[in-house]
Nanobody
Framework: EVQLVESGGGLVQAGGSLRLSCVAS????????IGWFRQAPGKEREGLSC????????YYVGSGKGRVLLSRDNAKNMVYLQMNSLKPEDTAVYYC?????????????WGKGTLVTVSS
């Protein structure tokens, strides 16, 4: 019933920028928490940013801190991740994920991901 669909991935040169999008459906309201994670080959899943439903706070964690910006458009049920100053080590599959209210490592709902490749 709940569906998250990411888009916006692709190939970008190091130092470039990219904006990822995620559209959410099947959630009863915009009070849910939603954020972005990524997973590179052979690496553990890493959280990047998340906005909570109850607190209305946006969190930035991990190696992307300072280079990513999360935004939310409640009218469109969409969230975005603006990524700047991209590095080859940012190459990964990027996922959006949601839960009922709070941001945490093991979110309940996940999209299938969008691949970002950063060339040297």
């Amino acid at each position: 019933e709940v569906q998250l669909v990411e888009s916006g991935g692709g190939l970008v040169q190091a130092g470039g920028s990219l904006r990822l999008s995620c559209v959410a459906s099947g959630l009863t309201s915009n009070e849910y928490a939603i954020g972005w994670f990524r997973q590179a080959p052979g690496k553990e899943r890493e959280g990047l940013s998340c906005i909570s439903g109850t607190e209305g706070s946006t969190y930035y964690v991990g190696s992307g801190k300072g280079r990513v910006l999360l935004s939310r458009d409640n009218a469109k049920n969409m969230v975005y991740l603006q990524m700047n100053s991209l590095k080859p080590e940012d190459t990964a599959v990027y996922y959006c994920a949601a839960d009922i209210t709070s941001c945490h490592r093991e979110m309940k709902y996940w999209g299938k991901g969008t691949l970002v490749t950063v060339s040297s």
